[in-house]
């Protein structure tokens, strides 16, 4: 009797025994489950917020601007010379001479090699129409340099010595500032300040506080004074003896600043 007892007893602790560990065996499932959803979930909510903030702080965006009158303090003008021939080779020739005769007495004034580009360099033929036919005149060559003049009180010299150095064409003169990245910073600087101050005042109307920055831009306008372009042989540079008088006066930088307060 005792010996069946014993064996029944045996049989209830391992079946305990079999059912306690299916039991945790099935917690543990249950807790892996919900452990990788959660991280699945966390993973998928920090990747849906890339690049942008879960709260989306109320702001004030406002613009001002920065403006700095400034003096230009150097000149850029395009010189050409056209050379007309019956031949290729004698438009080259006599085109060559004379913008190299040209540079040199450039030079001479007091530019130097750095601030003298050729832009441009073009052949091409020359016709005639008669009586609906097109008859060959000759050949154009035409060599193009852009000066940078840094003494501004020899523009007008420049010019004269390039209409007497047999320069047909002048494309223009306009100006700027050599370094104007100081200037823009102090435009910059005016045009953020005067975007606070109007932040500020429209913040006290509306009964809030200014946080932080949290958002800037700006862009950039203003011109420099420019004369345009005109034909020496039509216009008679060079001609006389007078010396142009060229004017630079002064050019704007402007600077509009857009600049977004949070609201506290």
């Known amino acids: 009797m005792m010996s069946n007892n014993s064996s029944q007893v045996e049989e209830i602790k391992k079946h305990f025994h079999s059912k306690t560990g299916m039991a945790l065996k099935t917690l543990l499932v249950l807790f892996l489950v919900l452990y990788l959803g959660t991280l699945i979930r966390n993973e998928w909510k920090e990747f849906n917020y890339i690049g942008k903030s879960e709260e989306f702080p ?7 601007e920065g403006k700095v009158v400034a003096i230009p303090d150097i000149a850029k003008t395009s010189v ?6 019956l031949n290729v080779a004698n438009a080259q020739t006599e085109n ?27 052949i ?8 609906g036919i097109s008859i060959l005149r000759g ?5 193009s340099v852009t000066i940078k003049i840094r003494d501004l009180e020899k523009i007008g010299d420049i010019l004269t010595a390039a209409g007497q150095g ?12 050599d370094d104007p990245e100081a200037l823009r910073q ?3 600087e ?12 429209l913040a006290k109307v509306a009964g809030v506080k200014l946080g932080k920055v949290v958002s800037f831009s700006e862009s950039t306008s203003g011109q420099a004074p420019k004369y345009y372009a005109m034909e020496a042989m039509d216009a008679g540079i060079g001609g006389g003896s007078g010396v142009p008088e060229i004017e630079a006066g002064s050019m704007e930088i402007i600077i509009t600043a857009t600049v977004g307060y949070e609201i506290l």
């Open 186 to 188: 102090q435009a910059r």
């Open 166 to 177: 047999g320069a047909n064409q002048v494309s223009g003169i306009s100006f700027d500032v």
């Open 58 to 64: 109320h702001i004030i965006s406002i613009s001002g």
């Open 139 to 143: 050949y154009s060559v035409e060599q």
């Open 80 to 85: 050409g010379i056209r050379t007309e021939k």
């Open 190 to 201: 005016e045009a953020i300040k005067n975007a606070k101050e109007k932040a500020e005042s």
């Open 96 to 122: 060559t001479t004379k913008m190299n005769a040209l540079i040199k007495e450039i030079k001479g004034m007091g530019v130097d090699d750095k601030d003298i580009q050729t832009t441009s360099y073009n």
């Open 124 to 131: 091409y033929p020359r016709y005639d129409w008669r009586d």
